[in-house]
């Protein structure tokens, strides 16, 4: 396999005290992009004169400017004009750690069944901690059914994810711009579970997400109207590309312990997981005994320790087994058991 070619796609409105430190962020990586991509969102804050006069002759940066739509339609626009295998995202207020680039593009490379590279991320400015969603790196398998049947959100915030195009090509351009003028990284996570992607999680630092008063979401309380808007855009989103890929998501749950198998470190939380999704496909009793044994077989020969997996299970591992054995013979359900966060 040759050299891939990098993308790094930056969305911004009206962050000119911040965009100049999130583009030097992508020029000063260790292993430098191909092009970096700067959407500027019909800006008010004078950022489409600064980022003229500053890279107008850039021979790696590119500027596209567009009226304002909000984020979904920057990443629509900024992939129409990117070219690179890898497209990295990265929002204006925040800025890349110097080896994240090289960083990922090892995993890309030692691994070229991965399509989505999601990393730890480190908050700074008004609140400083560490953004850690998974405790170590690991193969976070496909999630075709954990995005369909849970709603489970695989990924990281915009700044710290990447992927490959040919899982981007599935996905964008999308419609429902209004509906996603913010938080449209939920399109992308669940857009690149639910066309296939498999996912890598990088437990390390790579990026730093600024916290600060103009964050149009991060960090801000949701009344319930806002919390029932986004319920809705998100059903129409699943809607929308379950469509789009001809998905039959009841006969798909049939293989959910495939799935299952694809995950490096499984949890027990996991296992119970795909043990709810199991009951979405009309399996004979037998079958659904088949399949939670190569489930748990999966799971113990993929753990550290046994005393670690005691220790998740919260009970003997015979009652754990006896437990999640009988989940498997309940009634199954019929459709799919959403859950939105």
């Known amino acids: 396999?040759?050299?891939?070619?990098?993308?790094?796609?930056?969305?911004?409105?009206?962050?000119?005290?911040?965009?100049?430190?999130?583009?030097?962020?992508?020029?000063?990586?260790?292993?430098?992009?191909?092009?970096?991509?700067?959407?500027?969102?019909?800006?008010?804050?004078?950022?489409?004169?600064?980022?003229?006069?500053?890279?107008?002759?850039?021979?790696?940066?590119?500027?596209?400017?567009?009226?304002?739509?909000?984020?979904?339609s920057c990443f629509n626009e900024g992939f129409a004009h990117s070219q690179g295998d890898v497209v990295y995202f990265l929002d204006a207020d925040d800025v890349y750690e110097p080896n994240y680039l090289q960083r990922t593009q090892t995993v890309y490379s030692r691994h070229p069944a991965i399509d989505f590279v999601a990393c730890a991320?480190?908050?700074?400015?008004?609140?400083?901690?560490?953004?850690?969603r998974y405790p170590t790196s690991r193969d976070l398998g496909y999630s075709i059914l954990r995005a369909a049947c849970l709603r489970d959100w695989v990924g990281a915030s915009t700044s710290c994810l990447s992927m490959r195009r040919r899982v981007l090509e599935k996905i964008l351009p999308l419609p429902f711009l209004a509906d996603w003028r913010t938080r449209a990284d939920d399109c992308l996570v669940f857009g690149a579970s639910l066309a296939g992607a498999r996912k890598y999680y990088l437990a390390e630092p790579l990026t730093r997400l600024r916290q600060h008063d103009n964050n149009l979401f991060?960090?801000?309380?949701?009344?319930?109207?806002?919390?029932?808007?986004?319920?809705?855009?998100?059903?129409?989103?699943?809607?929308?590309?379950?469509?789009?890929?001809?998905?039959?998501?009841?006969?798909?749950?049939?293989?959910?312990?495939?799935e299952f198998c694809t995950i490096q470190s499984p949890t027990w939380h996991e296992l119970r997981q795909y043990l709810r999704i199991g009951r979405v496909a009309s399996l004979s009793l037998w079958r659904r005994a088949a399949c939670l044994g190569e489930m748990l077989r999966h799971l113990l020969l993929r753990q550290p320790?046994?005393?670690?997996?005691?220790?998740?299970?919260?009970?003997?591992?015979?009652?754990?087994?006896?437990?999640?054995?009988?989940?498997?013979?309940?009634?199954?359900?019929?459709?799919?058991?959403?859950?939105?966060?």
């Open 1 to 72: 396999m040759g050299p891939m070619s990098t993308t790094c796609l930056i969305n911004s409105y009206n962050y000119a005290e911040f965009l100049g430190e999130a583009i030097d962020s992508a020029l000063a990586q260790t292993v430098p992009f191909d092009e970096i991509i700067v959407v500027d969102d019909g800006s008010t804050d004078g950022s489409r004169e600064w980022l003229s006069r500053r890279y107008a002759a850039h021979p790696v940066v590119r500027v596209v400017t567009k009226p304002n739509q909000g984020q979904l």
């Open 121 to 132: 991320g480190r908050r700074f400015g008004r609140l400083s901690e560490l953004q850690l």
């Open 218 to 258: 991060r960090g801000r309380a949701q009344d319930d109207g806002a919390v029932f808007r986004r319920r809705v855009a998100i059903n129409q989103l699943f809607e929308y590309l379950e469509r789009k890929l001809h998905y039959n998501i009841p006969r798909l749950a049939e293989f959910h312990h495939r």
């Open 305 to 341: 320790s046994p005393a670690s997996i005691v220790t998740e299970a919260a009970e003997s591992p015979r009652a754990a087994v006896e437990h999640l054995f009988a989940q498997t013979v309940a009634y199954p359900t019929r459709d799919c058991e959403r859950r939105v966060a």
